[in-house]
């Protein structure tokens, strides 16, 4: 079994900064992509960013110029910085994953952390 988790959210003022953090645990060959996901209230949840296990970055519009997406492969952890945050930030982050489990079954799952929340006071 794979756990991820997230870490890092809280209350930040508008134009401030945020790391959130995701840490994998369990039984991990590989973590090919790491994504971030945010879902505000009322709203569908959002892709936020890419980063695939070669270190290649997607970013929705909306983040661009403001957050970084890395990864540490060695230790099965992924990052948000998050700068110049804005009030329409404001959501629960998500951590996913897709992880192959076992080296010798090229089969990959896709694994959620529980969300941590992210509040940009304006």
């Known amino acids: 079994q794979v756990h991820l988790v997230e870490s890092g959210g809280g209350l930040v003022q508008a134009g401030g900064s945020l790391r959130l953090s995701c840490a994998a645990s369990?039984?991990?060959?590989?973590?090919?992509?790491m994504r971030w996901y945010r879902q505000a209230p009322g709203k569908q949840r959002e892709l936020v960013a890419i980063?695939?296990?070669?270190?290649?970055?997607t970013y929705v519009d909306s983040v661009k110029g403001r957050f970084t997406i890395s990864r540490d492969n060695a230790k099965n952890t992924g990052s948000l910085q998050m700068n110049s945050l804005l009030a329409e930030d404001t959501a629960v982050y998500y951590c996913?994953?897709?992880?192959?489990?076992?080296?010798?079954?090229?089969?990959?799952?896709?694994?959620w952390g529980q969300g941590t929340q992210v509040t940009v006071s304006s």
């Open positions: 996913n994953a897709d992880i192959q489990e076992v080296r010798t079954t090229p089969m990959v799952h896709s694994y």
């Open positions: 369990g039984r991990i060959f590989r973590i090919n992509a």
């Open positions: 980063i695939t296990n070669k270190g290649d970055t």
